[in-house]
């Protein structure tokens, strides 16, 4: 697979918006991506280069009632093929949580250590996602889907269970993908004569583009996820709330 956003090709617009953005100061980073901290505002954005499906599989986070159905390396191929390039180049961690029933989350320890920001405790909390824009992370509370999923599925008319929760999750990485986009890539531009409308970000069309994406691809995220597992672990769910 091709690289994404290629160094080169990153370095031109960072540096573009780094003379043109008074406020805008370049900061050290790993040699992975180009930082800058913005003094007027009081914060600090990444950009990646360079990124391959080995680099993206390193920025995802799981805990491991996801992972037990859905490889972390196969996710990674698919969003390398199915994510915007642009919202790839500026996500820190895509992160999957499973809540227990306090609402724990070893994924959320995790980020709060290496943060220190007590904040990874409480971002999608009640939500289906979120999109920690300080962080530059989509955060998808897959414990909180399957509980709305389980409220809101027909049987009558909706698919089986395992494909519409599926779906759900599905909708809603791609739904903060595009929040991710508006809200943290100052490089790209926005607006007539871009691939990106100026009202892009609006919850309206954030809604319908992850909706619509997520029916377009069902069948090849469905394809990388162990049905067996999922099958088991939707069993095992059914079973503790009987």
Same mark, same amino acid.
């Given at each position: 697979?091709?690289?994404?956003? %290629?160094?080169?090709?990153? +370095? ?14 370049? &900061? ?16 600090? *954005? ?5 990124? !391959?499906?080995?680099?993206? &599989?390193? *920025? ?32 820190? %961690? ?10 724990? /989350?070893?994924? *959320? ?37 399957? &509980?709305?999923? *389980?409220?809101?599925?027909?049987? !009558? ?14 909708? !809603?990485?791609?739904?903060? /993908? ?19 409308? +100026?009202?892009?970000?609006? &919850? ?27 099958? %088991? ?6 079973? +503790?709330?009987?």
């Amino acid at each position: 697979m091709e690289i994404i956003n %290629k160094k080169d090709d990153v +370095e031109k617009c960072f540096r573009k918006v780094l003379a043109e953005e008074g406020s805008l100061s370049m &900061e050290e980073s790993d040699g992975n991506y180009f930082a800058y901290y913005d003094n007027e505002n009081d914060y600090e *954005r990444h950009y990646y280069f360079n990124d !391959t499906i080995e680099t993206i &599989e390193k *920025r995802i986070l799981m805990d491991k009632q996801v992972e037990s159905f859905l490889p972390k390396d196969k996710l990674a191929q698919f969003l390398a093929v199915q994510l915007d390039v642009n919202a790839i180049m500026v996500i820190e %961690k895509m992160v999957l949580l499973w809540e227990n029933d306090e609402g724990m /989350s070893p994924v *959320r320890d995790a980020l709060e250590n290496e943060y220190g920001d007590e904040y990874a405790q409480y971002i999608a909390d009640g939500f289906l996602g979120q999109t920690w824009v300080d962080r530059q992370m989509p955060v998808i509370n897959v414990s909180s889907i399957y &509980e709305t999923s *389980r409220v809101i599925h027909d049987d !009558t008319l909706d698919p089986p269970f395992s494909e519409f929760f599926l779906e759900s999750v599905l909708q !809603t990485i791609f739904h903060e /993908s595009v929040h991710l986009f508006y809200d943290c890539n100052e490089l790209i531009s926005v607006g007539e004569g871009t691939p990106y409308p +100026e009202n892009g970000g609006a &919850e309206a069309f954030v809604e319908e583009y992850g909706n619509a994406k997520a029916h377009e691809t069902l069948q090849k995220f469905m394809d990388i996820v162990q049905k067996e597992q999922l099958d %088991k672990f939707l069993s095992e769910m059914e079973d +503790e709330l009987c």
